[in-house]
């Protein structure tokens, strides 16, 4: 075997199936019925002539499979939908009951329990006289499920049911696992995931088959996409996944895999990805008959990072995966193995199912234009379309101009329905340009065009004299201060004295006012993405530092993004920690206003410091980049919170001094002595910029949306009491230009207010999945930094790896609704807690410490969240995206691009993070936890608690507790799972030792 396939072409072997006969084969299959006078199928043929709604999707499409020419599939029986029917009956468990269930609400969690009890209690319908003859005791089969509505075109159940390898040929064995799989229907996971989905597909609950195959010993198992998920970034690329043994590996993340990338048009392997073959999965006596298994000689290079399919291997699998891709009529999500003797063997074909919508909105002007779901997840609403326009009012291209970028700016669209599109507009170039002009032109260009020769010239400014420096100094000194002023000012002003006409004055001000702040935003954008870029760009490139790991090097020096109390959390942490009674005050369990108020009235420093605080951050929304976003001002519980994280957490000197002994580390370890100089140099300059990302926003937009929110609510409350709308909230769904019309009208206006609950449930209800992400023609790659002049080329290396780790969008393709596969973006580590859904903007004010947030994107507004929460997941964005920043300033675990999170996760399931691998397991969907907050050790210590805080990850209950003993600062949730107390089982010892001072919260 090569250790590099890339470039090589597949063999006559890609070609060996004719895909012509296979079509005729499958189309002469016979029409299927829905009658079978038995409750066992004895072979794929016969099982070939019956419908799915009989054997399920499974049995059904592996049934077709096994009759096409030159393809093997493991001989099998299925026993019918009609026995577990039957069972049901049985066992009384009306199936209706979950027919009928009222859509999109919750499970019915007592009903599904009392369904799986009553099947582990009942005995199965099928007779041993019907399934002794096809089974062997001397064989081992896998016993899968086949669900009426699984591997349908609309919803998959990946991972959802049960399958149980390697179960012995007995009919006790093989009777129980059948039970398993049935059990499985009624997981609460189940029937989230088709309650969801019914309108998809059928809208009767799955019916369960169950499909009884031999099982294959496999060698080396693969999972193939016959349309790269990534279809955008890979058109026409099939994706082939590969492992050691058992195919189970892929899926939960337990085997180390090989990725490799077919070209469709010229069939070669244009992507290799291999990995040290150390933990694979075989057949033995684990759980669902399966054992990880780790390779002492994985580490060894010579046999570590050997491809597990020789390209002859590869073009029988290209060859299979593109006959079933013909014959099913689309992409396809196959798995399939080699056994030992080398035979190729198809498990399964089902559809890609995607929740991507084919929805395409108008937008009236050309370009390339790309759905900007980083930043904004959710259609936003109509005020909004006019305030984020002012991302075009001037800054943002200003930025680009004096860093010298071929970018002239990054253009705006707002469709009708609220989608934001954003299209890259290269200096010079059409409005609709199909690729990067040729070398030649573009060297000409540079070389006698007056604007690309201003732009060569502002380069070389721009990196012989570090103008960022500069621009570092003016953010300071004068624009962030400037723009608070600015914030306060017009935030400060009392609304309840203000008559209708004044309120309205002030209101179209403050719109005005966000607007500016929109620009404001985008001042200093270049100036702070640059360094960071640039120092990014030579890690890569000269020291082999990847770029996950050269932007962790950056973690500890943005302490603002650890709160959003920004720049004063520093001040007021120094401040309390000097006055014992102002910390009692702070660390009360539930402190709110009366708190806050005994705060701002103290005549001391602590009361100087928390009304500057106040004044400022009051103000501040919570959470994305519209006024739907809750301020601070709106829960004093919350400010409190937020108050509390910057006194009690990490102390920011203490914090930057270990990230500077990491960036030493890898400093010496891999940076040769005669670069280490300019690495100093590369380092210090983005350290020093690093933090106007986030303080960008909190001094204009993070303020100036607050500062609108506040009169938008105000005037909302007003019409309500005039009895003009029925819900002061539905005004912040107002347009500009009819806000006015509500208050000159006589009474209400039926057709308005239902114009206004249209827009509120559209915004409510829809997101970034529900829209194109592209509209027009796609926009070629930008052009080869290497043949533009030495400073163009650098700053567009600068721009490109700032740009292109900050807007990543997230992808449509779900493997297995139980395990998410994203990328690594925060800081190393696993972390294990209840989730916490963000749909809405207020969402993010019922979020808990320990929680793990669960988000489409994030902004500076969830700083003090992030700091109090255990991880984050999030549907888009990169490594240089909000969510990944404030992460790793937290030293938080965090997974980004996790497809569909939002549509997987519910608020309250058990998941686990991994920071490594970039994979969101749902560990349980039980919802009942109990939570400890304020625990104090003998010695009156606080602590929260959390694995990174010292409790290792998978330790026993006993050191948990001796832990949550010992530990004075830390963060813990109690579930109901073997690690941990249930509220019923509470641990004696913790209960009397925080019965005095710890309140347990039931959820």
Same mark, same amino acid.
């Given at each position: 075997?090569?250790?590099?396939?890339?470039?090589?072409?597949?063999?006559?072997?890609?070609?060996?199936?004719?895909?012509?006969?296979?079509?005729?084969?499958?189309?002469?299959?016979?029409?299927?019925?829905?009658?079978?006078?038995?409750?066992?199928?004895?072979?794929?043929?016969?099982?070939?002539?019956?419908?799915?709604?009989?054997?399920?999707?499974?049995?059904?499409?592996?049934?077709?499979?096994?009759?096409?020419?030159?393809?093997?599939?493991?001989?099998?029986?299925?026993?019918?939908?009609?026995?577990?029917?039957?069972?049901?009956?049985?066992?009384?468990?009306?199936?209706?009951?979950?027919?009928?269930?009222?859509?999109?609400?919750?499970?019915?969690?007592?009903?599904?329990?009392?369904?799986?009890?009553?099947?582990?209690?009942?005995?199965?319908?099928?007779?041993?006289?019907?399934?002794?003859?096809?089974?062997?005791?001397?064989?081992?089969?896998?016993?899968?499920?086949?669900?009426?509505?699984?591997?349908?075109?609309?919803?998959?159940?990946?991972?959802?049911?049960?399958?149980?390898?390697?179960?012995?040929?007995?009919?006790?064995?093989?009777?129980?696992?059948?039970?398993?799989?049935?059990?499985?229907?009624?997981?609460?996971?189940?029937?989230?995931?088709?309650?969801?989905?019914?309108?998809?597909?059928?809208?009767?609950?799955?019916?369960?088959?169950?499909?009884?195959?031999?099982?294959?010993?496999?060698?080396?198992?693969?999972?193939?996409?016959?349309?790269?998920?990534?279809?955008?970034?890979?058109?026409?690329?099939?994706?082939?996944?590969?492992?050691?043994?058992?195919?189970?590996?892929?899926?939960?993340?337990?085997?180390?895999?090989?990725?490799?990338?077919?070209?469709?048009?010229?069939?070669?392997?244009?992507?290799?990805?291999?990995?040290?073959?150390?933990?694979?999965?075989?057949?033995?006596?684990?759980?669902?008959?399966?054992?990880?298994?780790?390779?002492?000689?994985?580490?060894?290079?010579?046999?570590?990072?050997?491809?597990?399919?020789?390209?002859?291997?590869?073009?029988?699998?290209?060859?299979?995966?593109?006959?079933?891709?013909?014959?099913?009529?689309?992409?396809?999500?196959?798995?399939?193995?080699?056994?030992?003797?080398?035979?190729?063997?198809?498990?399964?074909?089902?559809?890609?199912?995607?929740?991507?919508?084919?929805?395409?909105?108008?937008?009236?002007?050309?370009?390339?234009?790309?759905?900007?779901?980083?930043?904004?997840?959710?259609?936003?609403?109509?005020?909004?379309?006019?305030?984020?326009?002012?991302?075009?009012?001037?800054?943002?291209?200003?930025?680009?101009?004096?860093?010298?970028?071929?970018?002239?700016?990054?253009?705006?669209?707002?469709?009708?329905?609220?989608?934001?599109?954003?299209?890259?507009?290269?200096?010079?170039?059409?409005?609709?340009?199909?690729?990067?002009?040729?070398?030649?032109?573009?060297?000409?260009?540079?070389?006698?065009?007056?604007?690309?020769?201003?732009?060569?010239?502002?380069?070389?400014?721009?990196?012989?004299?570090?103008?960022?420096?500069?621009?570092?100094?003016?953010?300071?000194?004068?624009?962030?201060?400037?723009?608070?002023?600015?914030?306060?000012?017009?935030?400060?002003?009392?609304?309840?004295?203000?008559?209708?006409?004044?309120?309205?004055?002030?209101?179209?001000?403050?719109?005005?006012?966000?607007?500016?702040?929109?620009?404001?935003?985008?001042?200093?954008?270049?100036?702070?993405?640059?360094?960071?870029?640039?120092?990014?760009?030579?890690?890569?490139?000269?020291?082999?530092?990847?770029?996950?790991?050269?932007?962790?090097?950056?973690?500890?020096?943005?302490?603002?993004?650890?709160?959003?109390?920004?720049?004063?959390?520093?001040?007021?942490?120094?401040?309390?920690?000097?006055?014992?009674?102002?910390?009692?005050?702070?660390?009360?369990?539930?402190?709110?206003?009366?708190?806050?108020?005994?705060?701002?009235?103290?005549?001391?420093?602590?009361?100087?410091?928390?009304?500057?605080?106040?004044?400022?951050?009051?103000?501040?929304?919570?959470?994305?980049?519209?006024?739907?976003?809750?301020?601070?001002?709106?829960?004093?519980?919350?400010?409190?919170?937020?108050?509390? +994280?910057?006194? =009690?957490?990490?102390?920011?000197? @203490?914090?930057?001094?270990?990230?500077? %002994? *990491?960036?030493? !580390?890898? /400093?010496?370890?891999?940076?040769?002595?005669?670069?280490?100089?300019?690495?100093?140099?590369?380092?210090?300059?983005?350290?020093?910029?690093?933090?106007?990302?986030?303080?960008?926003?909190?001094?204009?937009?993070?303020?100036?949306?607050?500062?609108?929110?506040?009169?938008?609510?105000?005037?909302?409350?007003?019409?309500?009491?005039?009895?003009?709308?029925?819900?002061?909230?539905?005004?912040?769904?107002?347009?500009? +230009?009819?806000? =006015?019309?509500?208050?000159?009208? @006589?009474?209400?206006?039926?057709?308005? %207010? *239902?114009?206004? !609950?249209? /827009?509120?449930?559209?915004?409510?209800?829809?997101?970034?999945?529900?829209?194109?992400?592209?509209?027009?023609?796609?926009?070629?790659?930008?052009?080869?930094?290497?043949?533009?002049?030495?400073?163009?080329?650098?700053?567009?290396?600068?721009?490109?790896?700032?740009?292109?780790?900050?807007?990543?969008?997230?992808?449509?393709?779900?493997?297995?609704?139980?395990?998410?596969?994203?990328?690594?973006?925060?800081?190393?580590?696993?972390?294990?807690?209840?989730?916490?859904?963000?749909?809405?903007?207020?969402?993010?004010?019922?979020?808990?410490?320990?929680?793990?947030?669960?988000?489409?994107?994030?902004?500076?507004?969830?700083?003090?969240?992030?700091?109090?929460?255990?991880?984050?997941?999030?549907?888009?964005?990169?490594?240089?995206?909000?969510?990944?920043?404030?992460?790793?300033?937290?030293?938080?675990?965090?997974?980004?691009?996790?497809?569909?999170?939002?549509?997987?996760?519910?608020?309250?399931?058990?998941?686990?993070?991994?920071?490594?691998?970039?994979?969101?397991?749902?560990?349980?969907?039980?919802?009942?936890?109990?939570?400890?907050?304020?625990?104090?050790?003998?010695?009156?210590?606080?602590?929260?608690?959390?694995?990174?805080?010292?409790?290792?990850?998978?330790?026993?209950?006993?050191?948990?507790?001796?832990?949550?003993?010992?530990?004075?600062?830390?963060?813990?949730?109690?579930?109901?799972?073997?690690?941990?107390?249930?509220?019923?089982?509470?641990?004696?010892?913790?209960?009397?030792?925080?019965?005095?001072?710890?309140?347990?919260?039931?959820?």
């Amino acid at each position: 075997m090569g250790a590099n396939q890339s470039g090589e072409s597949l063999t006559a072997s890609a070609k060996a199936l004719d895909i012509q006969a296979i079509k005729q084969a499958a189309e002469n299959l016979k029409e299927r019925v829905d009658t079978y006078e038995k409750l066992v199928v004895p072979d794929f043929e016969t099982c070939s002539k019956l419908s799915r709604q009989l054997v399920g999707g499974k049995a059904a499409h592996l049934s077709t499979i096994a009759t096409l020419p030159g393809i093997n599939v493991p001989s099998a029986m299925v026993v019918t939908t009609t026995a577990f029917v039957k069972m049901c009956e049985d066992c009384d468990i009306d199936l209706s009951q979950f027919d009928n269930h009222k859509v999109g609400s919750g499970a019915p969690f007592d009903a599904l329990k009392e369904a799986r009890e009553a099947l582990l209690n009942g005995v199965l319908i099928v007779s041993d006289e019907e399934l002794a003859p096809l089974l062997n005791k001397n064989k081992r089969y896998s016993v899968r499920s086949s669900g009426s509505s699984e591997d349908s075109k609309s919803a998959s159940f990946a991972g959802m049911m049960k399958s149980i390898l390697n179960v012995e040929g007995t009919m006790e064995a093989i009777k129980e696992a059948i039970v398993s799989v049935y059990v499985s229907t009624f997981e609460d996971s189940t029937f989230t995931y088709w309650n969801k989905h019914r309108n998809l597909g059928s809208s009767i609950y799955p019916r369960m088959a169950v499909l009884v195959q031999e099982q294959v010993d496999s060698r080396s198992s693969a999972v193939v996409f016959t349309q790269h998920p990534s279809s955008d970034e890979n058109p026409n690329k099939m994706l082939i996944e590969a492992c050691r043994g058992q195919g189970a590996g892929i899926a939960d993340g337990s085997a180390s895999t090989d990725s490799f990338i077919i070209d469709k048009a010229s069939q070669k392997i244009v992507s290799t990805a291999l990995s040290p073959k150390k933990f694979h999965v075989t057949l033995g006596d684990g759980p669902e008959g399966l054992e990880v298994v780790e390779d002492p000689e994985a580490d060894k290079e010579s046999s570590s990072l050997q491809p597990e399919f020789t390209v002859e291997e590869l073009s029988q699998v290209y060859a299979l995966a593109s006959a079933l891709e013909a014959v099913f009529g689309g992409h396809q999500d196959i798995e399939l193995c080699f056994d030992k003797d080398g035979k190729l063997n198809c498990l399964q074909s089902r559809a890609v199912t995607s929740f991507a919508s084919n929805y395409k909105p108008e937008i009236k002007k050309k370009g390339c234009w790309e759905l900007e779901s980083a930043h904004f997840g959710k259609a936003v609403p109509k005020l909004a379309a006019y305030y984020l326009m002012g991302m075009l009012d001037g800054c943002f291209q200003e930025g680009f101009r004096n860093a010298g970028a071929l970018l002239d700016y990054i253009d705006v669209y707002i469709t009708e329905e609220g989608w934001v599109y954003t299209c890259p507009r290269p200096v010079g170039a059409p409005e609709e340009p199909s690729a990067a002009p040729p070398a030649m032109v573009l060297k000409m260009l540079l070389a006698v065009h007056p604007e690309f020769r201003r732009r060569n010239q502002n380069a070389k400014k721009m990196l012989e004299g570090r103008l960022w420096l500069e621009g570092y100094k003016e953010f300071h000194e004068k624009h962030y201060p400037s723009l608070i002023k600015k914030n306060v000012d017009l935030g400060s002003v009392n609304l309840e004295e203000l008559d209708d006409t004044a309120l309205l004055e002030h209101l179209h001000k403050t719109i005005e006012n966000a607007r500016v702040m929109l620009n404001e935003h985008h001042r200093y954008t270049v100036t702070c993405l640059v360094p960071v870029g640039r120092f990014m760009h030579f890690c890569n490139v000269k020291w082999s530092i990847n770029n996950l790991e050269a932007i962790r090097l950056l973690s500890g020096t943005s302490p603002a993004s650890m709160s959003s109390l920004a720049l004063h959390a520093m001040d007021v942490r120094k401040c309390v920690l000097k006055h014992p009674d102002a910390l009692e005050l702070i660390n009360k369990e539930e402190a709110g206003q009366t708190e806050l108020d005994a705060l701002l009235n103290r005549d001391d420093e602590v009361g100087t410091c928390m009304k500057a605080a106040y004044k400022e951050c009051r103000l501040r929304v919570l959470g994305g980049y519209t006024h739907l976003a809750a301020t601070l001002s709106e829960s004093p519980e919350l400010f409190m919170s937020h108050v509390r +994280d910057a006194v =009690n957490g990490p102390d920011v000197e @203490e914090s930057m001094a270990k990230a500077r %002994e *990491a960036v030493a !580390k890898v /400093r010496d370890e891999k940076v040769p002595e005669q670069d280490r100089e300019f690495f100093d140099i590369l380092f210090e300059d983005a350290a020093k910029l690093y933090p106007v990302r986030d303080l960008r926003a909190l001094c204009s937009d993070s303020l100036g949306l607050g500062v609108l929110r506040l009169p938008l609510l105000e005037a909302g409350k007003r019409l309500h009491a005039k009895g003009k709308i029925s819900d002061p909230v539905d005004f912040l769904f107002i347009d500009k +230009d009819e806000i =006015n019309s509500f208050f000159e009208s @006589e009474g209400p206006n039926a057709e308005k %207010e *239902a114009e206004l !609950k249209n /827009r509120r449930f559209y915004q409510e209800t829809k997101t970034w999945q529900d829209t194109s992400r592209f509209i027009g023609p796609k926009a070629g790659p930008p052009p080869d930094p290497s043949i533009l002049t030495p400073a163009c080329g650098e700053i567009a290396s600068c721009v490109g790896a700032m740009i292109g780790n900050l807007f990543t969008p997230g992808t449509d393709i779900v493997k297995d609704e139980n395990v998410i596969q994203g990328v690594p973006g925060g800081a190393s580590g696993m972390y294990e807690g209840f989730a916490r859904t963000i749909k809405r903007e207020h969402d993010i004010c019922e979020a808990k410490p320990g929680e793990v947030l669960i988000v489409t994107a994030t902004s500076t507004a969830y700083n003090s969240v992030i700091a109090r929460c255990g991880a984050v997941v999030a549907e888009v964005g990169g490594i240089l995206s909000h969510a990944a920043i404030t992460s790793r300033e937290n030293g938080k675990p965090c997974v980004m691009k996790a497809p569909h999170a939002l549509k997987l996760i519910n608020n309250g399931d058990l998941v686990r993070v991994d920071g490594d691998k970039g994979t969101v397991t749902i560990v349980s969907r039980d919802h009942a936890r109990v939570s400890l907050f304020g625990c104090q050790d003998p010695e009156g210590n606080s602590f929260f608690g959390s694995f990174n805080d010292g409790i290792p990850f998978g330790a026993s209950y006993a050191e948990i507790r001796d832990s949550m003993i010992r530990m004075s600062r830390a963060s813990i949730a109690t579930t109901a799972r073997s690690t941990y107390a249930s509220a019923v089982d509470f641990d004696p010892v913790i209960a009397e030792h925080t019965r005095k001072k710890t309140s347990l919260v039931f959820m």
